[in-house]
Structure formats: C-alpha cells, structure tokens
C-alpha cells in the first residue's frame, strides 16, 4: 500500500496565534511555506509582527529591516506578517521515509488535507460543502487554492499567475526522487499537467487546472483539478499541451491522449512526437521526423500542414488559435490560416 502523508492547515483568529504558533512553527503566508523565526514587537511599525523564514525567495528581506536584525536567513527569503496573515501548518506526515511512502518505498501524489487549499471528491463535492476531505485516489481530487500568492517562481500576483505557483508547491517534493512535472498554460484560465516517475515511466497523475468559484463555502478564486485517469502505457511521455477548451498528452511512440472539447486514446503519429500544441478545439502534433499533423474533433480528417523532406527538420510549433508557426533552424513557417 502507499503510505500517505498529511498536511493540514488551520485558518487562525488573533485570540488563537499564541496557542497554535511559536518560534519554529511551520507556517502558510499566502501559499509560500516556511518557519517563523521572531513574533514580537518591531521598530518599524506598531504591534505585533511575526518574522517567517520562507522556503523559496519570494520575501523581501533576510531577517534584517532597517539597523535592526530580528532573526537570520538567506537573502529574499525573510518577510514579516500581521498575524492575519499567517496560518499554522500542521505537518502530519511519518518521520519514517518507509512509512511516509509505504513498504516498496514509492512515492505518491501528496496527500493534502487543507481548509482553504482542500482536497475534494469531484463525486462528494455537493456534499461536504466547506468541509476537507481526502479523495481515495489521485484520480479523484480537486485541489482548491487561494488567491493572493507571493509568486515562488518571480510571477507576480496577477490572477492567471496563481496556478503555476501553487501547483509546483504540491509537486516540488518530488524533485530529489526523480519525478517529472510538466505544465503547459492555455491561454490564462486552464494548464494541462502531467507528474511521472522517469525511471519507470510510471504516470503518477495527469490532468488539467482551471481556474473556478464553484467549490462550495471557497471564499477565494479557485483551482480546480480534474484529473485524467491515463490508460498503463510503457512509452515516455514526451509533450503536453493545453488550450482553454482541450488538453493533450503525446508519447515518444507516436501515441496521443486528448479529452476536452473532444476526447480520444490513439496513435496519431507514425513516429516519436516532439511537440504538441492546442489550439482552440484543434491539435497540432510535430513528430520526429519534422512532419507538423492539424487534427480536429472529427480526427480522420487530417491536415498535413508542414512535411517537406528536402529542407530543414522543423524543431518546434507555435499556436495561437489563429496562427500556426513551425520553426526550422533560422526559418519561420506560417502553416495557417
């Protein structure tokens, strides 16, 4: 079985910060993880502050404001919080490695039981109302954030920014195990992505995000989850794409999986896919040998935008749902309108 942890967050009132957070606590500043390391009065403003050392450097200090230094951290990954502004994280996960990913020592998609980032059953979602709950598989979960992060990646606080964001704190653990994360905006409302084992392959989760207020008792801009349930399949994934109305996955064996707009599990390339873009309801797939493929809905019908032997192998394709632009070396092809 998968041993899988918990991360529970507690949304806090100032009468109930001094019995749920101290010096060392694991905390939540608007999507950003990290420890407080001061709470206490400052120079630089009235009442109480608290001094948290940030994960990622997305802060604005380094523990020092002005002359005074209220505790020590690396460069940009200090900040100071009203106390409003901070939500205790309890981390419940096993100290065991063996434990916290089961007897074979296999990672999972992470567990996270939350009250404003929560995870739901798209099935009990009418139901549980504001309430957390734990889906019984990957495949079954919708994971609802809040708006307002500090952007871990350098991306602002624009709205359509909050996904990558937010996605990659779920997903950033897996990094020392090897595991691969790929996302790909379409347009600024919905992403595709897929999160995978690159020794095996073995597809831990796929899927696509948009952003939603349809969560019952979610004061915030949500993002949604809906994840794909992905037939075994021993090839690599090797291109994602995403529109606001379609999703697709294409492996190296010329296999692709689409759902949206429309929906379909077949091989539509004869040769490894490079590339995949969609754009709108349409799909572009570039392969290996430099052939650029238009597929809509109906995919018997085929357009071969781009298959010229004699020049230079197209690297990659650019669409927007007008345009098609496949890129060859120095050369810049239109392939549509």
């Known amino acids: 079985g998968l041993g899988l942890g918990a991360i529970r967050i507690m949304a806090l009132g100032s009468e109930d910060l001094p019995l749920a957070i101290s010096v060392g606590s694991r905390v939540l500043v608007h999507h950003s993880l990290g420890h407080v390391r001061f709470i206490g009065q400052v120079d630089f403003a ?10 990622y450097p997305v802060g604005n200090n380094d523990g020092k404001v002005e002359d005074t230094r209220y505790f020590s951290c690396s460069s940009r990954h200090g900040v100071f919080m009203r106390r409003k502004q901070v939500r205790s994280v309890l981390d419940e996960r096993p100290d065991s490695e063996d434990q ?4 074979d020592a296999s990672p999972s998609v992470p567990d996270i039981q939350q009250d404003c980032s929560g995870v739901y059953t798209e099935q009990e979602i009418d139901r549980i109302g504001g309430v957390t709950h734990n889906g019984d598989t990957p495949y079954e979960r919708i994971w609802v954030f809040g708006e307002n992060h500090l952007g871990q990646l350098g991306l602002g606080h ?6 990558v964001p937010a996605l990659l704190d779920l997903f950033h653990q897996y990094d020392d195990r090897q595991i ?3 996302v790909v905006f379409g347009g600024s409302q919905t992403l595709a992505l897929t999160a995978y084992e690159q020794r095996a392959p073995r597809v831990l989760t796929s899927g696509s995000c948009s952003i939603g207020a349809g969560i019952p008792g979610a004061e ?6 809906k994840p794909l349930a992905l037939t075994p399949h021993d090839s690599t994934i090797s291109a994602i794409g995403a529109s606001a109305t379609l999703c697709a996955i294409g492996y190296v064996d010329g296999l692709v999986v689409v759902w949206g707009a429309w929906s379909t599990e077949t091989k539509l390339a004869t040769s490894g896919i490079v590339a995949l873009q969609c754009a709108g309801d349409r799909l572009v797939i570039l392969d290996e040998n430099g052939r650029v493929t238009l597929f809509d ?7 071969v935008l781009f298959d010229d032997a004699h020049s230079t192998p197209i690297k990659t394709i650019a669409c927007s749902l007008t345009t098609c632009l496949a890129l060859s070396g120095p050369n810049i092809h239109l392939l549509f309108p």
Not at 46 to 55: C, H, N, Q
Not at 220 to 225: A, E, G, N, T
Not at 297 to 303: A, C, N, P, T, V
């Open 46 to 55: 009235d009442g109480e502050w608290i001094g948290v050392e940030l994960d």
């Open 100 to 103: 916290r990913w089961g007897n």
């Open 158 to 163: 624009q709205r359509s920014n909050t996904l």
């Open 180 to 182: 691969l994360l790929q």
């Open 220 to 225: 915030r801009d949500c993002i949604v989850f």
């Open 297 to 303: 809905k109906d995919i018997i019908s085929i357009h």
